[in-house]
T-cell receptor
Framework: EAGVAQSPRYKIIEKRQSVAFWCNPI?????LYWYQQILGQGPKLLIQ????????DSQLPKDRFSAERLKGVDSTLKIQPAKLEDSAVYLC?????????????????FGPGTRLTVL | AQSVTQLGSHVSVSEGALVLLRCNYS??????LFWYVQYPNQGLQLLLK??????LVKGINGFEAEFKKSETSFHLTKPSAHMSDAAEYFC?????????????FGAGTRLAVHP
């Protein structure tokens, strides 16, 4: 079974430029997550989709970050304009919507991440 | 708000020694609890999780963790460290409020294993 795919793996940009990351979740996984992992910290959830609807985007800096999952499969996360503090690894994860009616605790499968450096 | 505390950002052990990585959570209602491992330049991999039932949970690669409600802890252990265990380990919780299946991570503990 193919895992979560992300591209690019590495990206270097200058501040105020824009950048986009792509994620393709595991086939059949209805829920998709984007996390930001700053060096020395644990991942922080930015946005969570269920199919093509947003479940949680409470920690997404909406003035510069946007994300979409138009067809309920792959997803794009964009930053425009980038700031120095956006340097981080951006992780995508996916999970089944529910197992046996249980909506909590479903395993999230993570992609390899995109390492963003903003100069 | 729910938080996760991992004591010790760096832990170093000898090969063959006991591994103990500490995790405490802040919640009056026990959340679901997880341990993930991250190898360099890779994504996170689930080691084990506790949802309900037996409080001693066994995971992959010989790791296990015990949920102690009275101590709000979920420490990760392995009886004998192997060189391949060197990685970063994250404790995480899913609280029952503020969205479903939302993982909240600790800051991580980097485990070094020396010969």
């Amino acid at each position: 079974e193919a895992g979560v795919a992300q591209s690019p793996r590495y990206k270097i940009i200058e501040k105020r430029q824009s950048v986009a990351f792509w994620c393709n979740p595991i086939s059949g996984h209805a829920t998709l997550y984007w996390y930001q992992q700053i060096l020395g910290q644990g991942p922080k959830l930015l946005i969570q989709f269920q199919n093509n609807g947003v479940v949680d985007d409470s920690q997404l800096p909406k003035d510069r970050f946007s994300a979409e999952r138009l067809k309920g499969v792959d997803s794009t996360l964009k930053i425009q304009p980038a700031k120095l503090e956006d340097s981080a690894v951006y992780l995508c994860a996916s999970s089944l919507n529910s197992i046996g009616g249980q909506r909590w605790g479903n395993e999230q499968f993570f992609g390899p991440g995109t390492r963003l450096t903003v100069l | 708000a729910q938080s996760v505390t991992q004591l010790g950002s760096h832990v170093s052990v000898s090969e063959g020694a006991l591994v103990l990585l500490r995790c405490n959570y802040s919640s009056s209602v026990p959340p679901y609890l997880f341990w993930y491992v991250q190898y360099p330049n890779q994504g996170l991999q689930l080691l084990l999780k506790y949802t309900t039932g037996a409080t001693l949970v066994k995971g992959i690669n010989g790791f296990e963790a015990e949920f102690k409600k009275s101590e709000t802890s979920f420490h990760l252990t392995k009886p004998s460290a192997h060189m391949s265990d060197a990685a970063e380990y994250f404790c995480a919780v899913i609280p029952f409020s503020g969205g479903y299946n939302k993982l909240i991570f600790g800051a991580g503990t980097r485990l070094a294993v020396h010969p």
